[in-house]
T-cell receptor, first 113, second 113 residues
Framework: AAGVIQSPRHLIKEKRETATLKCYPI?????VYWYQQGPGQDPQFLIS???????DKGSIPDRFSAQQFSDYHSELNMSSLELGDSALYFC????????????FGPGTRLLVL | GESVGLHLPTLSVQEGDNSIINCAYS??????FIWYKQESGKGPQFIID?????DKRQGQRVTVLLNKTVKHLSLQIAATQPGDSAVYFC????????????FGQGTTLQVKP
């Protein structure tokens, strides 16, 4: 079965650079969630989209923005990168929102030097 | 803020034994809970979920128990195998109805051969 696809899988950036992470949800899934996971930490919710509209927002820095496109894929844009942004970034998708199973992608490992 | 937490950071069991991983949640309004398994370098993998109108739910080799009185959730794995070694997270689908997940701190399950 098709799973959530994330690209790139690994990314190395310098401080103050920008990064764009992409997420392709499971076919027919209309909801996308972004999570950030620091080393040894639990995933933290960043932002979510349902039917191309932002549905919820968590502890996402103002330097980050995201959107969901007409084909339901989503992009997380990160600007003015800081060392503390180094983490795993996961995208999850579901069919519908509340109380629907979220399936996670393999993640993008971002390293900021 | 509200959080979902686990009691033990690490659990070591012998292959073939049963494992029990615990989780305490603080939001009495929570009505949907999920267990995820995360292997090193991979995204969280859905194991099983339970809604607040149930006390118990069984899957293949796994059982989730929910005690709403004491706000406690547990994951039981029968006949633990080396492939079960991973970090296990419980998550709460918060009351916002947007589907965002609030993760607890994971428990690392180590299976000894």
């Amino acid at each position: 079965a098709a799973g959530v696809i994330q690209s790139p899988r690994h990314l190395i950036k310098e401080k103050r650079e920008t990064a764009t992470l992409k997420c392709y949800p499971i076919p027919r899934h209309d909801t996308v969630y972004w999570y950030q996971q620091g080393p040894g930490q639990d995933p933290q919710f960043l932002i979510s989209f349902y039917e191309k509209m932002q549905s919820d927002k968590g502890s996402i820095p103002d330097r980050f923005s995201a959107q969901q496109f007409s084909d339901y894929h989503s992009e997380l844009n990160m600007s003015s990168l800081e060392l503390g942004d180094s983490a795993l970034y996961f995208c999850a998708s579901s069919l519908g929102t509340s109380r629907e199973t979220q399936y996670f992608g393999p993640g993008t490992r971002l390293l900021v030097l | 803020g509200e959080s979902v937490g686990l009691h033990l950071p690490t659990l070591s069991v012998q292959e073939g034994d049963n494992s029990i991983i615990n989780c305490a949640y603080s939001n009495s309004a929570s009505d949907y809970f999920i267990w995820y398994k995360q292997e090193s370098g991979k995204g969280p993998q859905f194991i099983i979920d339970i809604r607040s109108n149930m006390d118990k739910r069984q899957g293949q080799r796994v059982t989730v128990l929910l005690n709403k009185t004491v706000k406690h959730l547990s994951l039981q794995i029968a006949a633990t195998q080396p492939g079960d070694s991973a970090v296990y997270f419980c998550a709460e689908n918060g009351p916002s109805n947007t589907g965002k997940l609030i993760f607890g701190q994971g428990t690392t399950l180590q299976v000894k051969p």
